[in-house]
């Protein structure tokens, strides 16, 4: 497993633009493809978005496609969420997370992964 450690959240108005970074600690990041997960109050954790090992291949949420943009930098152990045009409801609190168990469209799914960090609020105000 890798740890992971989640940076970037905070308060921002409708239609503005935050940027979440992920950092994993460990040798192996390569060998790990990486999800960005969401769990707002009341509601259960859902998948927001996930880039493959290489960053070949990125996954979207459909409610988040065209805003969202993942990225990871395999030299630094970092992972991003570049959030755009955000609205009320992307309020929550977002996991970055970690598998080496799981390629192509599993990556959407939560079980997969094994690894997770402690969170970040992100709270959009109309």
């Known amino acids: 497993q890798v740890q992971l450690v989640e940076s970037g959240g905070g308060l921002v108005q409708a239609g503005g633009s935050v940027r979440l970074s992920c950092a994993a600690s460990?040798?192996?990041?390569?060998?790990?493809?990486m999800g960005w997960f969401r769990q707002a109050p009341g509601k259960e954790r859902e998948f927001v978005a996930a880039?493959?090992?290489?960053?070949?291949?990125?996954y979207y949420a459909a409610s988040v496609k065209g805003r969202f943009t993942s990225s990871r930098d395999n030299a630094k152990n970092m992972v991003y969420l570049q959030m755009n045009s955000l609205k009320t409801e992307d309020t929550a609190v977002y996991y970055c997370?970690?598998?080496?168990?799981?390629?192509?469209?599993?990556?959407?799914?939560?079980?997969?992964?094994?690894?997770w960090g402690q969170g970040t609020q992100v709270t959009v105000s109309s």
């Open positions: 880039i493959s090992r290489s960053s070949g291949v990125t």
């Open positions: 997370a970690a598998t080496n168990k799981a390629w192509g469209s599993a990556l959407t799914t939560i079980i997969p992964y094994d690894s």
């Open positions: 460990g040798r192996t990041f390569i060998t790990y493809a």
